[in-house]
């Protein structure tokens, strides 16, 4: 899973940002920004151990939160160092363990689904990928069920090797309705996302292309219609309804491009489809290589961040009002930071803290009733 900013911009190009959230009805007065805090209070939540390691995608359920730890496995399910099976960590408040889970494969993709008590898994996004549903208070039997696709999110290669590529990834949720990112595309017309449809008995999870990577699109900033070229779809998230901008839509980032894409009606034949180039403050010449997004949905709250180098950091956001968007630029191909991200003009400004290579994001608010983070949709 698979965004910073810098909050002083050179004068002219900050009142231009400003003039461009305003007229788009995003963000608060032009003073705020110099009240809030470059750098926020942080500590280690948990760290990797012996037996999990890698941490990576991170999600909330009944208070608990839950890391998927990919164990040195390959992106196509290869064995790593401590063998086939990746592992799923339940945490209590203070970063204690509660329980733990063992997948076969690559764990990448964890969402939490509260309202039916699962947790939906995607394994190896590069190839040979599947899913699985886990009930962390089913009897063990029933605690892990896997599910394969259908139709596979395999297919051919249009620039081999490997011959074969396609996997899933990220997974968003939204009023029932599943959405799993395909990852690794084979074909410049592949599905972007899909739409999955889970069927208990036979355990198959049906897909359903929701848009390709060369679908057009609008760009957000200059209103023109745009031909997409995705060649990384990563992590998606539904923004909750504190976003300044695109809330309830499906934001589906594509990581190496260097952009997110957010999706109206995501459950239509013929969804709407908003372009968001990203870029740094200060400017840099590779698109930053996103490989989250998270929306805070209360003044008060913790921003967990992942770290595949072994750590789960808690960051304090007081301070940072709600509808701020953050984003986590993993190193793959550039800096690692952490920043935020103006989802008006697409400039991620850095914050003052420092990671190895931040992935994953939670935003938790400090009152329960506060909402989510928007992995589920809140829309």
Wanted: without cysteine; proline residues 10%.
């Amino acid at each position: 899973m698979p965004l910073r900013t810098r909050w002083h911009i050179a004068q002219a190009t900050s009142i231009g940002a400003a003039a461009l959230a305003a007229a788009a009805g995003i963000g608060g007065p032009a003073s705020a920004a110099s009240t809030r805090p470059n750098t926020l209070p942080a500590h280690t939540f948990a760290s990797a151990t012996a037996s999990a390691t890698q941490p990576d995608d991170i999600t909330l359920m009944e208070g608990h939160i839950f890391v998927g730890f990919a164990n040195g496995i390959a992106p196509d399910g290869t064995p790593g160092p401590l063998g086939s099976k990746s592992t799923v960590v339940e945490y209590r408040t203070d970063g204690t363990v509660a329980h733990t889970f063992s997948l076969t494969g690559k764990v990448d993709g964890l969402t939490a689904d509260p309202q039916d008590g699962r947790l939906i898994v995607t394994v190896n996004e590069d190839l040979n990928s599947s899913l699985y549903v886990v009930r962390p208070d089913a009897d063990p039997p029933g605690q892990v069920v896997h599910y394969s696709y259908d139709p596979s999110p395999a297919e051919p290669n249009s620039s081999p090797p490997p011959s074969t590529a396609g996997g899933t990834d990220s997974i968003a949720i939204s009023h029932g309705h599943i959405f799993v990112t395909h990852s690794n595309p084979g074909q410049a017309s592949s599905a972007a996302t899909y739409e999955a449809d889970l069927d208990p008995d036979s355990h198959i999870a049906h897909l359903r292309p929701v848009f390709a990577d060369n679908a057009t699109a609008t760009d957000a900033v200059t209103k023109q219609k745009v031909t997409l070229g995705l060649t990384d779809p990563d992590s998606n998230r539904f923004l909750p309804s504190s976003s300044p901008r695109f809330a309830g839509q499906l934001a589906q980032v594509a990581q190496a491009d260097g952009q997110v894409v957010f999706v109206d009606h995501a459950t239509t034949p013929s969804p709407g489809l908003t372009r968001l180039n990203l870029r740094n403050s200060p400017a840099s010449s590779a698109p930053p290589p996103v490989d989250d997004i998270a929306v805070a949905t209360a003044e008060q709250g913790t921003l967990y961040v992942t770290d595949p180098t072994g750590t789960i950091t808690a960051l304090s956001t007081a301070g940072l009002p709600a509808g701020t968007v953050f984003a986590a630029e993993a190193k793959d191909t550039g800096t690692p930071l952490l920043g935020t991200l103006d989802l008006a003009t697409g400039v991620i400004t850095p914050l003052g803290n420092t990671f190895t290579n931040p992935h994953g994001l939670l935003f938790v608010p400090s009152h329960p009733d506060s909402g989510n983070d928007g992995s589920q949709g809140d829309a």
